[in-house]
């Protein structure tokens, strides 16, 4: 039971961090930002 708990969490959090990225992402201006957003992420992960 706690481990299917904690599976339900980790999705939860998965989706809110792919909510944010993709929010981020939206937010860009032009085509160059986007794709220096999109760079940034990568490195991070």
């Known amino acids: 039971m706690l481990a ?3 599976l ?3 999705k939860a959090l998965e989706r809110a961090e ?3 990225r993709d929010a981020y ?3 860009a ?3 160059g930002e ?3 957003r999109m760079h940034s992420l ?3 992960a």
């Open 34 to 36: 986007l794709e220096r």
């Open 8 to 10: 339900l969490l980790r």
């Open 18 to 20: 792919n909510s944010r």
């Open 42 to 44: 990568e490195i991070d």
């Open 4 to 6: 299917y708990l904690f």
């Open 25 to 27: 992402l939206a937010s």
């Open 29 to 31: 201006v032009d085509m």
